[in-house]
């Protein structure tokens, strides 16, 4: 099919600001210093899908608890088609017991207990549990490998093309289960963008109550860096100290990692200062509402000739404080795309370019629905087609 790129690139230039176009490029600000000794950082823009930092973003590396992030966003798919309820209970088997009771962060689940999925979750994302993420996976999947292969399932829909899980939870595993920093953006916009309301409920807690019992959360951000609402630490002798973390103000969101920090402290001095620098070193260029037209794609064989492509976010540009670069976009997606399509479906991708930076990419939905043309809708489409 071809590609309509190139053509919608320079109406959507032409409908910018003067200003936006043509502009010198400015340097980029340099990144804190606090970020020196740790080998594996990104952090990106979600609102212009602008890499604002970044080292070693492709580099496989050890998640260990970060891994429990996945295992959240699983049970958010499921919770969010219907599959499991909140409320559903889960039972441990005894095996799991034997295996998983006290061993590394815990709930100290038993045999004897009952607890729901929102049990687990508020385990696995507060207190970085491992018994809950066994006792979620085996008791929804059947197993760890089948949990596992959800876990991968998953990754591979969202465009996690360098990671792989063999585990709920992040237990050391002879390296069977790797990430890359840029993998756990794309997971973590993905839970933040698609399900805000599990994501609201489940992450950013600094202490969670179990049985009577406060469990505490490792986050170094959270109640210290204004905005910041999570998502997970993580730490094995192998991994070092890991985290992917993220904050909001005012509309714009950030969403940063960090691998192989050698120690907690160097960590969240890095993690602190990262985000800060990103809200204080960067601004924002509006371009589009959340739920705003950015352009009309070609539909194929549809009840419509055209199909409105929006962003499920406020779009921006990020650019260097106060500068004012040259900004360029462009919508890529194959088309005509044919029908039917359903809204909300991801259909294409905004390109963001700024002047002297690398560009950013934001994804592009479907604004409505699209059925199958009927014959009325065929005779129609031929005519208009025939006298454009």
Do not use: C
């Not at 602190?272 to 990103?278: F, I, P, Q, R, Y």
């Amino acid at each position: 099919m071809k590609s309509f790129s190139h053509v919608l690139k320079f109406a959507l230039i032409a409908a910018l600001p003067a200003s936006a176009v043509g502009a010198a490029a400015p340097p980029p600000p340099t990144p804190p210093a606090q970020l020196a000794p740790i080998p594996v950082s990104i952090l990106v823009d979600l609102g212009s899908g602008q890499v604002l930092e970044q080292r070693h973003p492709d580099t496989p590396f050890l998640p260990a608890s970060v891994t429990k992030v996945m295992t959240a966003y699983v049970a958010f798919e499921e919770i969010g088609a219907g599959r499991l309820s909140l409320d559903r209970k889960f039972a441990e088997r005894p095996e799991t017991e034997r295996e998983w009771f006290a061993k590394g962060t815990n709930m100290y689940i038993t045999t004897k207990d009952r607890p729901t999925a929102r049990d687990l979750l508020h385990g696995i994302m507060t207190a970085s549990a491992n018994d809950a993420a066994v006792v979620l996976g085996e008791g929804y999947a059947g197993s760890i490998e089948a949990w596992a292969a959800k876990m991968n399932d998953a990754a591979r829909r969202l465009g996690m093309t360098r990671s792989h899980y063999n585990t709920p939870n992040g237990w050391m595993d002879e390296g069977n289960t790797y990430v890359t920093a840029s993998d756990l953006v794309k997971l973590a916009d993905a839970m933040i963008t698609r399900y805000p309301d599990l994501y609201r409920e489940f992450s950013g807690h600094k202490r969670w109550f179990w049985r009577d019992v406060a469990m505490r959360s490792h986050d170094p951000t959270v109640g210290v860096v204004p905005g910041a609402d999570g998502i997970k630490t993580g730490y094995t002798r192998e991994a070092g100290y890991n985290f992917l973390g993220t904050a909001e103000r005012g509309g714009r969101r950030l969403v940063m990692v960090l691998a192989g920090s050698p120690l907690p402290k160097v960590r969240d001095d890095a993690a602190k200062a990262l985000l800060e620098w990103g809200f204080a070193a960067w601004d924002t260029r509006h371009l589009f509402d959340q739920g705003q037209t950015i352009a009309q794609a070609r539909v194929q064989g549809g009840d419509a000739r055209e199909l409105p492509l929006v962003a499920n976010r406020e779009v921006h540009a990020t650019i260097p404080r106060g500068s004012k670069p040259g900004v360029t976009l462009a919508v890529h997606y194959s088309g005509p795309i044919a029908a039917p399509i359903r809204k909300g479906e991801q259909v294409g991708e905004l390109e963001i370019r700024v002047a002297g930076l690398a560009p950013g990419r934001v994804p592009l939905y479907a604004g409505r629905d699209v059925g199958v043309a009927g014959p009325l809708d065929r005779l129609w489409n031929g005519l208009i087609n025939l006298l454009s």
